[in-house]
């Protein structure tokens, strides 16, 4: 019968916001008791919901004065049974007016339920409005969840996404990651149009706007862009020094593969990590003990790992750095210890479970921030030239989601293999192009790219060119990269020693080979997974408060995410050097005075 039940209780969250663990609700006079009642709830209690039907309906017809709070009862039995049919004739049997405080809503949702599986929107939306008076959170949350589901039985699904979205605040575990899906599939059901339509009309400050983004990214139609940056954490407040949203577990565990094929990514986010963690010391911070774990390459050591690290304390973990890793941890359900990871899952169409944080540098990151900056710049024609690796391909699709997205036109596109050197016959000349309003986005290796460029300006191609990161070889070569010339990128702005407030990269190159070529990301990335350990609930909660932070601006959005907004750099002489105000220069508090909070 338990199969039967959950599928005749279709989308219906679990028991605890259906108000039926306990039976009873708001009284204006104390509900019934003795033996018999205290049986029928022992019953009820042990999951034998059947026989505690019949047994409220035998002290219904003994009772004549509590009637309807019996039936009520029993209906209710009957539905957890997941025998709606037989509860049906009982609730329409039950006089709402002889019940007391939040029983006659109770029979509503009943009553509401009956209508929804009987196709009658109508009916079951006319019983679930909003209570006037003061509820207790169990009866307002069952009556919210239903009036979202007769909202979309009705076919407004915009309405039960909004309801769903006010109801999410209160729930918790498997009821609010079910009802986040819900929302979801209501918004992305609405198709992409429709919804670019209605979020456009949403103030900045609407609750429903990161859900449209969110389901505008899983359509495709948009990247998920990061919020306003409006301040930096850690600003200190009062006049004691007390400095904003500064929290630290007692005890963290790093998760990084530290042997095999990664095992040199994993040492230099190790690395990075600690450099940032030492740093923090000097100025006062209260900081956590850190273990380091061997995560290995594949999900089984991953979730190894993990276990091993709670159950050795860890109040928070951060890693692992492999998609399978996340998704294995992912797949856990409930998390014993919040986690920041270093990566995202293999489906990162789901948003993360509770208590999880998600971090990494994404080639989609760059190529949206490469058709803003493009955008902004006022261009509205663009070429599209990438390698065949992976990295190249998502920044591509990335750029040219949320070039379209902006109203840009594509004006070609180009993909090149990695073991040509003569583009030639690939490239075509610009047609009555203006360099004011077109432009042309590479993301390639430098190698690549210093044979691509010449190429452009022997096919008369004059365009400015815009690159991420993959152009920059994360180190000065004046002679190679001279054919790189006038070519802006974005990267990390550490890698410039750009943003105040961290270890400076020019004063560790010579002790930390980590910091020096293409390896310095991956250090720098580890500086960042120190530095939000102790503001990302913080940044979760407040919306425009961001971490500078060595791999960019760092925002959190509303599900855990965490973005970048990067800097901007162009070669010039060979040399790749920040543009001026491509970065706001504003570095957090790093010494609090207050108390280190638990994970």
Partial sequence: MRSIRATTLGLLLSAGLAGCVTQGGVQHGAPPSGAATQAAQALYTKGQFDQAAQAYLALADQDGSHRDYYKLLAAEAYRQEGALDRAAPIVADIRRSRLEGEDALRVDALRAEIALKNNDAKTALSLTGKPSARVSPQIDQRLAELRARAQAAAGDAWSAAQTRIELDGGLRGIDREQNRREILALLTGLGAQPLAERGSALPADDPMKPWVVEAQAQLGSVTRSPAVLDQAVGTVTGDKGVREGYKVPTKVALLLPLSGPLAGAGTAIRDGFFANYLESAQNGAPRPEVAVYDSGNDAQHVVAAYDKAVAEGARFVIGPLNRDGVSAIFAKGALPAPMLTLNYPNDNKN????????????????????????????????????????????????????????????????????GS?????????????????????????????????????????????????????GGDDPTADRDLEGVEFCDAPWLFDAQPGLPRRAALNDALPATRGVAARLFAFGMDAWGLVPYIDWMRGHPGSYLPGATGQLVADEFGRVRRVLIWARFADGVARPVAGSLELEAPATAPDVESGGG
């Fill in 421 to 473: 050197i003569d583009f030639a016959s690939q490239l075509s000349e610009p047609v009555d192009q203006d360099p004011a309003t077109s432009g042309v986005f590479i993301s390639m290796k430098p190698q690549q790219a210093r044979l691509l460029l010449p190429q452009l300006r022997l096919a008369k191609n004059t365009l400015p060119v815009f690159a991420t990161s993959h152009i920059y070889g």
């Fill in 351 to 418: 948003l993360p479970p509770a208590g999880a944080n998600e971090f990494g540098l994404l080639p989609e990151t760059e190529g949206a921030q490469v058709a803003d900056h493009m955008a902004d710049r006022g261009m509205r024609n663009a070429t599209v030239i990438v390698s065949t690796d992976d990295f190249a391909r998502r920044a591509g699709n990335a750029f040219k989601a949320e070039w379209q997205a902006r109203g840009g036109t594509l004006a070609g596109q180009v993909t090149l293999d990695s």
